[in-house]
C-alpha cells in the first residue's frame, strides 16, 4: 500500500493427496499406538495479514 502498512496474502493445502489410514485396528487387544499418516482430512486455507511498520 505505502511505507506505513503491510499487506500479506497466503494460502496452502494440506493432505493434498487425501491419504488416510484405511486399516485401523480395532477390538479388545487392539494396539492403540499403530496409527501412522496425517491425522486429519485434505483441508486448504487462505488468509489476509495486514501490518503496520
Not at 497466503?10 to 485401523?24: L, P, T
Not at 480395532?26 to 495486514?50: E, W
Amino acid at each position: 500500500m505505502n511505507d506505513d502498512y503491510s499487506v500479506q496474502l497466503f494460502g496452502g493445502i494440506q493432505n493434498a493427496f487425501n491419504s488416510y489410514q484405511s486399516d485401523f485396528d480395532i477390538g479388545i487387544d487392539r494396539d492403540a499406538a499403530y496409527i501412522y499418516g496425517p491425522s486429519r482430512p485434505r483441508t486448504v486455507f487462505v488468509g489476509l495479514k495486514l501490518g503496520l511498520n
